[in-house]
């Protein structure tokens, strides 16, 4: 078999942990000192959890979904020379507009991070007169600039693409509603500017499979690689007990990424251990951040589990991608150009 090929950089202070021997199901296998984040890790912060990670210079930043003592959610910065133990600003981040005044969001929640050329981007989602994405900027993680919202309310789980298509910027996100929306399909959407955003393209919606039956959003950002955008999204049932968030793995197209390539049948991770069972929110494997390291095809997976704490979960390019395509049932609707 040859090698997958992936874009990205080369990540060599992070502790990978090997696969371990006998493992059933999908090749995604937990790290053995889960979580990685516990409660309380900062003064006034009851919980970090649904966060991302992302390497910069010669250690790894990330942006982390903190719920204040009185249950609002900001967004705060944490540093980490290997991806496990963390340090976190005391105070959440401080967002500026593009004329360097103070422009915070009421609440913000759910943070991915991209790096596209030399910018790293933050997504969120905040209030604009209902949920909805939150957009901003930083080259140094010491500045971050908001942007024009992408899109109206309501809105969630938006992901940009590393690099741009065709020369523009491509979006994913979850259109819902104003609550706990109990529905909500993968979409896509371009910009030549990250202002003016259009081309709406369907991607995918909810399966026939248990796991992934009541709605799914866009997680980690896409990773390219030679057989497609290798994309971890969550997929989410409704039981008696309430919902589940399980992991989910789908490979689209390079050039045309409103089409599924591949998208597997089978859930890569669900709720199984005490930290992703009990918590908060019960039940919940919520993707948000992807560490990859081209050289070696290694893909280290960081999760938010019981809306409690972050946790992380470990990968190999080749096995994972191969595992989506044996196991890979797509319907006309993923298949398809993604418009009517």
Wanted: hydrophobic residues 35%.
């Amino acid at each position: 078999m040859n090698r997958i090929k992936m874009t990205g950089q080369v990540v060599k202070n992070m502790p990978w942990q090997e696969k371990p021997k006998n493992l059933a199901g999908a090749p995604v296998w937990r790290y053995s000192d889960n979580p990685v984040i516990n409660r309380n890790p900062i003064k006034g912060v009851s919980r970090i959890f649904n966060s991302a990670v992302i390497p910069y210079n010669d250690e790894f930043v990330g942006v982390f979904r903190g719920e204040k003592l009185n249950g609002i959610p900001h967004i705060y910065l944490g540093r980490s020379g290997d991806g496990i133990n963390w340090v976190f600003q005391e105070n959440e981040i401080l967002f500026e507009n593009e004329d360097g005044k103070p422009f915070m969001p009421l609440y913000a929640y759910d943070p991915r991070v991209v790096k596209i050329e030399d910018t790293y981007y933050i997504m969120w989602c905040q209030d604009f007169y209902g949920p909805s994405i939150g957009l901003a900027k930083t080259t140094d993680f010491e500045k971050f600039v908001r942007l024009e919202n992408p899109f109206i309310p309501f809105n969630r789980n938006a992901v940009l693409f590393p690099r741009k298509i065709n020369g523009m910027y491509k979006m994913l996100s979850r259109p819902s509603d104003t609550g706990h929306t109990p529905f909500g399909d993968i979409f896509i959407s371009e910009s030549p500017d990250l202002v003016y955003w259009g081309r709406h393209r369907h991607v995918m919606g909810t399966s026939k499979y248990w796991w992934e039956s009541l709605k799914i959003g866009s997680g980690a950002a896409p990773i390219e690689t030679s057989e497609g955008w290798l994309l971890f999204y969550h997929g989410v049932c409704h039981t008696c007990s309430g919902y589940v968030y399980s992991m989910g793995g789908a490979i689209l197209d390079l050039e045309n990424p409103s089409v599924v390539k591949y998208r597997c049948r089978n859930f890569l991770l669900t709720p199984e251990e005490w930290y992703e069972e009990r918590g908060f929110v019960p039940n919940v494997c919520f993707p948000c951040a992807t560490v990859h390291d081209s050289e070696t095809g290694r893909i280290a997976v960081y999760y938010g589990a019981a809306d409690t704490y972050v946790a992380l979960a470990f990968t190999n390019l080749d096995e994972i991608v191969e595992y989506i395509k044996e196991h890979s049932s797509v319907t006309e609707s993923d298949t398809e150009i993604g418009t009517r």
